[in-house]
């Protein structure tokens, strides 16, 4: 309920400013709808790009406007993407992450992989770590994914020595909650955020994360608050539960799947 409300919240928040961010939404878009097409089997698709592109931009953008319950939105625009097309999406980006921080995790490290979601990064770094157990509030792993696994935080216990937050945080309806909770169990993060930045509007960059989250994981329960900040404020959050900043690396819009500012931060234990 408490998920549902917040969804709807921030569908509400969107569409209220739909007409003065729809043409900054459009590329990202594009860039979206092109990754998927790169991506397809599907020759039609490829024989008509540019016609096809246009109409499902264009019926995407209708779902924005005239769609007002949150959940159907995200049904419709995941029938609009494609099922097939963004599984393999999926598992490109998992690939993707799972090289960019497995650099950063010793390897002797228990981790805690906080907001797993389908579990496909923690499969692709099993065997660089030494345990991984996986955690979400909701629960739509690929099926291979077959690492221990629970929805519920208490039975996590304190064996760790490493989280990794992978595009968790601005997902956490309670992130000071959260992020209280898990500076007190390991002396390591290793986060990956969709930051805010001076280039994209909030509105934009929460449209984004909805059709990446809700428009291509339908049925999976995400909350998306939009709980986005700068690098700075997740620094001072992080600051006053003892953690500090050790390695940082910037790296722009690199997912054209999900065309936000991502930035990995590797935070240590004072
Ligand atoms: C963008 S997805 C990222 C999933 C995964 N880390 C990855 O990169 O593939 C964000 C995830 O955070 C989870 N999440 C949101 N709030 C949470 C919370 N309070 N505790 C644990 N997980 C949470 C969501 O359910 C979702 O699976």
Redesign the pocket.
Known sequence: ML?KSANQHLWARIRAGFNQYKPILYPYILLMVRELERLSDDAQNTRNTVVHRRQLIESILSVFEHTIDEQTAAFRVNKLLGHHRIDKA?TQ??CL?AEQITPHIPPTSRVL??????????WNIQNQVASIQL????D?RQPHVTLPFTTE?KRLGNDFDVA?????W??????Q??ISWITKRVDQLVV?E?VLDDIMPWEVQAAI?WL??RGM?AG????VPGHFHTVQEWEAILAKHGFAVGSQEDYGIDIPL?PEHHVLMVFNKQ
């Open positions: 998920i999926l980006r998992a992450i992989s906080f907001g797993c979601g389908d579990g496909q990064v923690d955690y979400d509030v909701a739509y935080r990794t937050l992978i595009a968790v601005h997902h956490c309806i309670d992130y909650d959260e990956i969709s994360d990446y989250n994981h999976a329960n995400i909350p999900v």
